[in-house]
């Protein structure tokens, strides 16, 4: 037997605050933005590289996600492109994400960052990640999502300057 929840009862102020604005304020599908682009849908030019760089976690922002949906944005653009996870930022390329099983979503959104480098990945871009970050948290290259290159904590710099010397873009996102 199923028994129905008990309404919840508000004081008087929380009855006003819910009151003072009609809700919902808007159907769905309601315009609230407009949709001009104030830039150029800029293409690459013939041999020209964008390179980010991502220590952000997984799920503790969307600092990891939005800077890999912006590098598949950049090579679909037709941009030579290439990722680098380092430090907690390395966790993102692990493919035992998982509960309570590898590859079972716990929550909604769970496997978003697999799901998209992996995507990254089968579109031609190059992903690294570095060696020292995996160890920080027990993680095993034998754990990487297939197709992520293992790097060493030097190349970190030395990728940096690889891509600076070839004139990419270099997209640099930081997560504390």
Same mark, same amino acid.
Request: aromatic letters at 10%; hydrophobic letters at 35%; charged letters at 15%.
């Given at each position: 037997?199923?028994?129905?929840p008990?309404? *919840? *009862?508000?004081?008087?102020s929380e009855a /006003?605050?819910?009151?003072?604005? %009609?809700?919902?304020? $808007?159907?769905? #599908?309601s315009?609230? =933005?407009? *949709?001009?682009?104030?830039?150029?849908? =800029?293409?690459?030019?013939?041999? +020209?590289?964008?390179? /980010?760089?991502i220590?952000g976690?997984?799920?503790?922002?969307?600092?990891?996600?939005?800077?890999v $949906?912006?590098? /598949?944005?950049? $090579?679909?653009?037709?941009?030579?492109?290439?990722?680098?996870?380092?430090? %907690?930022?390395? $966790?993102?390329?692990?493919a035992?994400?998982?509960?309570p099983?590898t #590859?079972?979503?716990?929550?909604?959104g769970?496997?978003?960052i697999?799901?998209?480098?992996?995507?990254?990945? &089968? +579109?031609?871009g190059?992903? @690294?990640c570095?060696?020292? #970050?995996l160890?920080?948290?027990g993680?095993?290259?034998e754990?990487?999502?297939? #197709? !992520?290159i293992?790097?060493?904590?030097?190349? !970190?710099? &030395?990728?940096?300057? @690889? @891509?600076?010397?070839?004139?990419?873009?270099?997209?640099?996102?930081?997560?504390?």
């Amino acid at each position: 037997m199923t028994v129905a929840p008990e309404k *919840t *009862t508000l004081s008087e102020s929380e009855a /006003t605050s819910l009151a003072e604005i %009609p809700h919902p304020s $808007l159907p769905d #599908g309601s315009a609230i =933005y407009g *949709t001009t682009k104030v830039f150029p849908d =800029y293409q690459a030019n013939p041999g +020209e590289v964008y390179f /980010t760089l991502i220590h952000g976690i997984a799920h503790e922002s969307s600092v990891s996600f939005v800077a890999v $949906l912006q590098a /598949t944005r950049a $090579l679909r653009k037709g941009f030579e492109t290439a990722l680098y996870f380092y430090g %907690p930022g390395a $966790l993102n390329c692990l493919a035992t994400r998982g509960f309570p099983t590898t #590859g079972t979503s716990a929550f909604p959104g769970e496997h978003n960052i697999n799901q998209q480098i992996k995507t990254f990945l &089968d +579109e031609g871009g190059k992903v @690294y990640c570095c060696r020292f #970050g995996l160890s920080l948290h027990g993680a095993r290259e034998e754990d990487l999502i297939e #197709g !992520v290159i293992p790097s060493h904590p030097l190349d !970190v710099q &030395d990728a940096l300057i @690889y @891509y600076a010397r070839r004139g990419a873009i270099i997209n640099s996102t930081y997560m504390v």
